[in-house]
């Protein structure tokens, strides 16, 4: 039985660590397994074929909004937690996800349903760890990468082995993202468009390297005006790829 998240209202910025921590304690998720049925209905919600991996459904009611509305591809102790941007939803990271599901590894995908902050991105990294993830690498795209800069240093398990920004704003809904950055100590990676025409994300990415104490850090601002998830459909998009799936790869174990 999936045990009850609490309703939680916006923090003080003093109180976002314990909202953190009181999401995953509170995060309890049955061990389901992969299902010919989830499959076929992340298939039938993104207007594509069979993804060709295993798939399981996540827990998730929608009338109260508790749990995680997302799918799990893959099998492996070791996954990547993808958050996308408010205009978009998680099929737009089926590509990457399938790619990385093939590779040995859980790929995360889910949609937010108006929880504060970067409440989202930590339960779906403790539903990983209850599905025997030890390691992960969280991705976000614009408020996905803003909340996972945010997350990253409160999640316990499974250990966050990365965190990787794709066009992370300066502020999104009571969050700044250099301030999160400047307590990212894990590997980061910051990528941004320099004429990114709809966020200040391409000023935002040299700020977010340089306040971050991490030791390995890297921050590619590209020519052009893709934002979030754009960057990798766009001009840039083969590099952008590479960057990212060279990222996931060196700052994961291999199972």
């Known amino acids: 039985m999936h045990t009850p998240v609490p309703i939680l209202r916006r923090p003080t910025p003093a109180g976002f660590s314990a909202l953190l921590a009181t999401y995953l304690l509170f995060l309890a998720s049955c061990s389901g397994q992969p299902t010919e049925e989830a499959a076929n209905d992340l298939a039938e919600r993104c207007g594509t074929k069979d993804p060709g991996v ?120 009571g969050l700044n993202s250099v301030d999160a950055a400047g307590k990212v100590r894990v590997p980061l990676l910051v990528l941004a468009a320099r004429g990114d025409l709809t966020t200040d994300a391409g000023e935002v990415a040299p700020e977010l390297a340089k306040v971050s104490p991490s030791e390995d850090k890297r921050v590619v601002v590209f020519d052009g005006t893709d934002h979030g998830i754009d960057l990798l459909k766009g001009e840039h998009g083969p590099r952008v790829r590479g960057l990212l799936k060279d990222f996931i790869d060196r700052n994961l174990r291999r199972g």
């Open 54 to 173: 295993p798939v399981q459904a996540l827990p998730y009611d929608a009338g109260t909004g508790e749990g995680v509305d997302g799918f799990v591809l893959g099998e492996g102790k070791m996954g990547v937690v993808f958050s996308n941007q408010t205009d978009t939803d998680l099929c737009d990271w089926l590509p990457l996800a399938k790619e990385t599901a093939g590779e040995g590894r859980k790929a995360l995908i889910y949609d937010y349903s108006y929880k504060p902050d970067a409440a989202r991105e930590v339960e779906a990294a403790a539903e990983l760890a209850e599905l025997g993830v030890e390691q992960a690498v969280l991705v976000g795209a614009s408020k996905g990468a803003v909340g996972s800069l945010a997350a990253a240093p409160s999640i316990r398990e499974p250990e966050v082995a990365g965190v990787a920004s794709l066009s992370a704003v300066g502020e999104c809904e």
